[in-house]
Nanobody, 124 residues
Framework: QVQLVESGGGLVQAGGSLRLSCAAS????????MGWFRQAPGKEREFVAA????????YYADSVKGRFSIYRDNAKNTVYLQMNSLKPEETGIYYC?????????????????WGQGTQVTVSS
């Protein structure tokens, strides 16, 4: 069973950048496909990005394509989300998740493990 801990959230002005990290422990990190999700107050959790086990395949929500980048370092058991040109409506709690299933998934229910989340606040 893998444990996930996110970090790197904070307050940033619109147009700014943040890099989120998600450190994994307790499992074989390289065997998991990873995803990032976010949840704004009063809204459902939504998919942001996913990455396969090797890091060679990625998938993004249309709303973040060209601005966000997901990548991983299997030697460090960490997945990252580089977020550029942030918008106020992207404020929320950002979660990383791991799945042992085959494929890159946008649905939260396909992920087995979740971190506790990190708050991202984008001011206008």
């Amino acid at each position: 069973q893998v444990q996930l801990v996110e970090s790197g959230g904070g307050l940033v002005q619109a147009g700014g950048s943040l890099r989120l990290s998600c450190a994994a422990s307790g499992g074989t990190f390289s065997s998991y496909r990873m995803g990032w999700f976010r949840q704004a107050p009063g809204k459902e959790r939504e998919f942001v990005a996913a990455i396969n086990r090797s890091g060679r395949r990625t998938y993004y929500a249309d709303s973040v394509k060209g601005r966000f980048s997901i990548y991983r370092d299997n030697a460090k058991n960490t997945v990252y989300l580089q977020m550029n040109s942030l918008k106020p409506e992207e404020t929320g709690i950002y979660y990383c998740a791991a799945t042992s299933a085959v494929g890159l998934f946008t649905i939260p229910g396909r992920y087995n493990y979740w971190g506790q989340g990190t708050q991202v606040t984008v001011s206008s």
